[in-house]
């Protein structure tokens, strides 16, 4: 039903979105609750997801940059 929805709305796959911000230079992390949550391996993720951090981390990386989360 949600990729109806994005198509419907014109949103490119999530895949697609993560591969052009990476292209763009954007560091990408996976969120450490959400896989530890979800028991997904390291190995799962997508090539361009540099680490799996928590959010104390991300504070720390992300002092002063600019933001976007997805």
Known sequence: ???QQMDDLGIPPV???IETVA???ANLWACRLTVDMMQIKK?????AVQD??????FIELSAGGQIIFV
């Open 1 to 3: 039903m949600m990729k």
């Open 15 to 17: 895949r697609e979105m």
């Open 23 to 25: 292209a763009l230079g």
């Open 43 to 47: 190995a799962q993720l997508h090539p």
């Open 52 to 57: 799996v951090i928590s959010a104390t981390d």
